[in-house]
């Protein structure tokens, strides 16, 4: 759920609600997105719901994601996470990534791993790089600056 206000293009953004989820215990909000990630070989794409994670050093995506678009995980640059879990391995991969909603569309570097408990992950490497993101909690609201495009972007 999302609106775009139509603003000079240096003061757009959009605005979402927290979204919730049951986690065992009790109903969990957070700041949840749908994304566009896309095969820059292939053009496959897949609309993915991410969670938003600006406590994330990188944007993590689940390895079957990786599968569907048509990537060979294993090829790509194998990296360590180290979390609360333990130690995950991952492998990187450049795609394409678009806010549903959004015209512009950015390279980024993202991890592909095995976890099961996101789908996507969107963290400082790859998605804060390209975004302003401003949390509310306390009214269980977000919002995303939307970037103009610049000269030499991938379309």
Do not use: W
Not at 28 to 44: A, D, H, Q
Not at 51 to 74: C, F, H, K, N, P
Not at 108 to 136: M, N
């Amino acid at each position: 759920m999302y609106s775009i206000l139509f603003l000079p293009a240096h003061l757009r953004y959009m605005h979402y609600k927290y979204t919730a989820q049951y986690n065992d215990y009790e109903m969990e909000y957070m700041p949840r997105v749908t994304v566009c990630i896309k095969n820059p070989k292939t053009g496959s794409e897949l609309p993915v719901f991410a969670l938003v994670d600006s406590g994330a050093a990188e944007t993590l995506l689940q390895r079957e994601i990786g599968e569907q678009l048509g990537i060979d995980i294993e090829s790509g640059e194998r990296v360590e996470f180290e979390g609360i879990g333990g130690v995950v391995v991952g492998y990187r991969h450049k795609v394409l990534i678009r806010l549903a909603g959004e015209k512009n569309i950015h390279l980024i570097e993202c991890a592909f791993t095995p976890s099961r408990s996101f789908d996507a992950l969107l963290g400082e490497r790859g998605f804060f790089e390209h975004y302003k993101v401003v949390f509310e909690r306390y009214k269980k609201e977000f919002s995303i600056s939307v970037r103009r495009k610049r000269a030499g972007t991938v379309p």
